[in-house]
């Protein structure tokens, strides 16, 4: 069973920083691109970050600058450092696993995705 795992979500105070991460078992997606999404109350699901089979990075404009993502192969895994957080951060965050190894910003190019985490920026 493919499945992806989300953890490292909480609440922090604005200003603060949080390591999202993203496991995945079932198969590799050293080949897939990967990104993460967020969805706040009362909104559409967004992208926040991709990064491309080659680790090549792609970031909306809401959060460049202050958030990074990473991938290890290795390890399956991809994680997302969030620093200087804001209020307007708060979300539940997904990941999500492409059907290529290219980034896209639209949900429906992704097969894979996790059951999200919780990420709340207190002002």
């Known amino acids: 069973q493919v499945q992806l795992a989300e953890s490292g979500g909480g609440l922090v105070q604005a200003g603060g920083s949080l390591r999202l991460s993203c496991r995945g078992s079932?198969?590799?997606?050293?080949?897939?691109?990967m990104g993460w999404f967020r969805r706040a109350p009362g909104k559409e699901r967004e992208f926040v970050a991709g990064?491309?089979?080659?680790?090549?990075?792609y970031y909306a404009d809401s959060v460049k600058g202050r958030f990074t993502i990473s991938r290890d192969n290795a390890k399956n895994t991809v994680y997302l450092q969030m620093n200087s957080l804001k209020p307007e951060d708060t979300a539940v965050y997904y990941c999500?696993?492409?059907?290529?190894?290219?980034?896209?910003?639209?949900?429906?190019?992704?097969?894979?995705w996790g059951q999200g985490t919780q990420v709340t920026a207190s002002s």
């Open positions: 990064i491309s089979w080659r680790s090549i990075t």
């Open positions: 079932g198969r590799t997606f050293s080949g897939s691109a």
């Open positions: 999500a696993a492409a059907r290529s190894g290219v980034v896209t910003t639209t949900p429906n190019t992704y097969s894979y």
